[in-house]
């Protein structure tokens, strides 16, 4: 039986809604981030059929669109009134459909599993949270207002949530990335470099005149593999482990018969907690004037790019509590509790004072070519996100 449209009547009793019937719908929706690849969709369409379905169900539907084409939503329940507020977070956008191995938007179902972009990362996560909203507020009176950010740009700067935070806040929050249904209470920031390395322009034919970036940003190359190798070696947070660096891109030279007079490297340093951008170029900069020091003629000019803060929880918050309680009782076992190495937009939930972590779905292949979900984590998730709402906004 194939799955219904976008443009099918949404069934108004949330009793009655179904995460996989739900799932089906958003990944016939595109919704490729334009941000990652030119021309892509948006989430203009996908917010659309959030708004009417939330919309449908009682919810009070915010749409926030600071950039045309890039909405974000947030739909909220209210308490009756002097309850704790819970928001549940989760992202849109996806990555391209190029190169995915059949028909992105077409979800189909195999041995238990849910195939289609999106259906792991992470459109499996916003229809657990959207459906377990809608179940917890029909069920019982919360006093606490229950709020969905549904919203944009993960996948590339993270606008969505950063607009989300300007209006709206909560007393906690879940992001529902997928997390194979155990418990993360951290993870890893970044921070992005360009280092220029100046040279001097001059005819292949008088190497008197002329200085190679190129060359010269060699020798920054290996001082990087060794801060990376150091870094390997010292110390390890609990469960992240070490900070890593990698060159990421380098553009050098005009032509083959000129001396280069700019070499352009960027990189990546993945941070821990502890660690910040400000600590990361303190440490690059280290690295360069020791250069200059040693060799004739080394000049750089260190920039500094995206960066984003890593994220850890504290295990002791009434939200993971709450959730790893509920957990336990769903799974019937203790749930794991696990560190991430990406980032995600728990940071800036963090960032802005509201306590949370990340719990998701089962499956594999983020941006892969083969992605898919498997429908007895999802139905899990939802059970203990719906139950997680209940009892944290009583």
Request: net charge negative; aromatic share 6%.
């Amino acid at each position: 039986m194939l799955p219904e449209t976008p443009s099918t009547p949404v069934v108004p009793d949330p009793l009655d809604a179904d995460p996989a019937r739900l799932l089906a719908r958003l990944i016939s929706v595109d919704s490729v981030n334009p941000d990652l690849v030119p021309g892509g969709a948006g989430e203009s369409r996908i917010a659309d059929f959030c708004g009417a379905w939330l919309g449908a169900r009682g919810f009070e539907v915010h749409r926030l669109e600071k950039r045309p084409g890039r909405p974000s939503l947030v739909a909220i329940a209210r308490g009756t009134g002097g309850g704790r507020s819970l928001m549940l977070n989760g992202h849109l956008d996806t990555v391209s459909l190029a190169d995915y191995d059949g028909d992105p938007l077409d979800p189909q179902i195999r041995d238990g599993r849910m195939y289609g972009r999106g259906t792991f990362d992470m459109k499996g996560g916003i229809a657990a949270m959207m459906v377990a909203a809608a179940r917890a507020t029909a069920r019982t009176s919360l006093r606490g207002d229950v709020i969905l950010a549904c919203v944009a740009d993960e996948e590339h700067g993270s606008a969505g949530t950063e607009e989300v935070l300007e209006r709206f806040t909560a007393d906690a929050a879940i992001v529902t990335e997928p997390s194979h249904l155990e418990v993360t209470l951290a993870h890893k920031g970044f921070a992005w470099f360009d280092v220029e390395i100046e040279g001097r322009a001059a005819h292949g034919s008088r190497p008197e005149l002329g200085i190679d970036a190129i060359t010269r940003a060699g020798h920054f190359l290996v001082a990087l593999e060794a801060l990376g190798q150091r870094l390997a070696q010292g110390p390890a947070h609990t469960r992240l482990g070490t900070g890593t660096v990698h060159a990421s891109l380098i553009h050098g030279g005009e032509e083959p018969s000129t001396y280069p007079a700019h070499c352009r490297i960027t990189l990546e340093r993945r941070t821990v907690p502890g660690e910040s951008a400000d600590s990361v170029e303190r440490e690059l900069i280290l690295v360069l004037d020791r250069l200059a020091e040693a060799l004739p003629d080394f000049r750089y000019r260190l920039t500094r790019g995206l960066h984003r803060a890593p994220f850890e929880a504290d295990p002791e918050a009434l939200v993971v509590r709450t959730l790893t309680r509920h957990a336990e009782q769903v799974l019937g076992h203790p749930p794991t509790v696990r560190a991430e190495p990406f980032w995600t937009d728990c940071a800036l939930l963090d960032r802005a004072g509201i306590p949370c972590l990340l719990f998701g779905v089962d499956g594999a292949g983020a941006h892969a070519a083969t992605e898919y979900v498997d429908l007895g984590s999802l139905d899990r998730l939802t059970d203990i996100l719906t139950a997680t709402v209940a009892d944290f906004c009583s």
